[in-house]
């Protein structure tokens, strides 16, 4: 698609913050009005408006998507991004290791625990760790006070928390990663450890690592996503 517009940049109105191009307000893809929580997040999505070419990549529109998504899908059902988000705690990659006397093992130890520690005390929960594959369910108040928080969470939030867990495949991981002053690159080091792990025994492959690239891009993303939908600045 060629570019249909000049310029483009933020206003706002009775809706909230909204991306302006050559002065008309963009709606979401689903046709609803693109109001957005913060004037900070209604920047990021002008640039990626401003710094298109040409011809319209949409592949370069991360944070429109996101925000489009928070509005035409969460908001409108926010119980069903919950419900897609509880099985990555339930089957949280964090809590299944190899045995603590492997090497593998040992690393996932050293690496996870203080993460999933770290999630156990900020909630209030307790994660079952796991040697090996077979399901070991975590104690069923853990879930519901998961629940109980992920309610809590607006639809921008949320539509970032999607993106982050299904990367990391590990709502601790996700949920750590929408907090303030997370190490993002921590968090994702230790979601691929396991692919890190294969690749220093058989060798590093370069669309193997060009797909993982691409996915730590997304997920850092989607944690500064989370972060500009939450400034002070409010509309």
């Known amino acids: 698609m060629k570019r249909f517009y000049r310029d483009a940049s933020l206003g706002r109105d009775e809706h909230g913050f909204r991306v302006l191009l050559d002065g008309r307000a963009v709606k979401t893809q689903g046709g609803r009005p693109q109001a957005l929580p913060t004037s900070a997040l209604g920047d990021a999505l002008v640039a990626e408006w401003a710094d298109q070419g040409e011809e319209i990549d949409t ?3 991360a944070f429109r998507d996101m925000a489009d998504h928070a509005l035409d899908i969460v908001a409108a059902d926010p119980a069903e991004a919950i419900a897609g988000l509880l099985p990555y705690a339930d089957t949280d990659t ?4 190899a045995e603590p006397d492997e090497a593998l093992g040992e690393r996932q130890t050293i690496v996870w625990e203080p993460i999933v520690a770290t999630s156990e005390e900020r909630f209030g929960v307790r994660f079952s760790r796991v040697a090996g594959v077979i399901h070991f369910p975590h104690p069923p108040e853990t879930l519901q006070t ?5 309610e809590t969470l607006d639809p921008f939030t949320l539509a970032a ?3 982050l867990t299904s990367l990391a495949a590990s709502l601790i991981v996700g949920l750590a990663a929408i907090e303030d002053g997370a190490d993002l690159d921590a968090l994702w080091d230790a979601a691929s450890l396991e692919e890190d792990w294969q690749a220093e025994l058989w060798g590093k492959d370069a669309e193997a690592q060009a797909r993982r690239d691409r996915r730590r891009a997304a997920f850092l993303a989607a944690a500064r996503f989370a972060a ?3 400034t002070t600045e409010t509309a």
């Open 94 to 97: 964090l809590c299944y290791r």
């Open 228 to 230: 500009l939908a939450r």
């Open 59 to 61: 592949t370069r529109f």
């Open 161 to 163: 928390l999607v993106n």
């Open 146 to 150: 998961l629940r109980a928080h992920l």
